[in-house]
């Protein structure tokens, strides 16, 4: 597959990307050696190979989920340098 200007163009605006022409032209590079490496792979042969569902044999491996002594809210709250009865306080950083 050639990767075209146009392509190029065409997938930046789906993307809503701006880019520079250098940078176009690295990612045209960039996008051509992958499609390089998806046609190699298509290459072998995988009759008769399962499709790999998981890395390993160990599905759903999760620790139990058992209750643990918890912070009390004055014991969080002690380390914060702006705080109300209840809660975190934090600067205010967008302007209307």
């Known amino acids: 597959m050639q990767v075209t200007p146009e392509l190029i163009d065409h997938l930046a605006k789906l993307a809503r990307l701006q880019l520079q022409p250098e940078?176009?032209?690295?990612?045209?590079?960039d996008?051509?050696?992958m499609i390089g490496f998806i046609e190699k792979l298509q290459e072998l042969n995988t009759e008769g190979?399962?499709?790999l569902l998981h890395m390993t044999d160990e599905i759903n491996t999760l620790r139990q989920d058992t209750p643990n002594q918890t912070l009390?809210?004055?014991t969080?709250?002690?380390a914060a340098k702006i705080k109300d009865d209840q809660f975190f306080m934090v600067p205010?950083?967008?302007k209307k």
Request: charge should be positive; avoid cysteine.
């Open 23 to 29: 940078a176009k032209d690295v990612l045209r590079n």
């Open 49 to 51: 190979v399962t499709p």
């Open 92 to 94: 205010k950083m967008i």
């Open 31 to 33: 996008m051509e050696k």
């Open 72 to 74: 009390t809210t004055d």
């Open 76 to 78: 969080a709250l002690k």
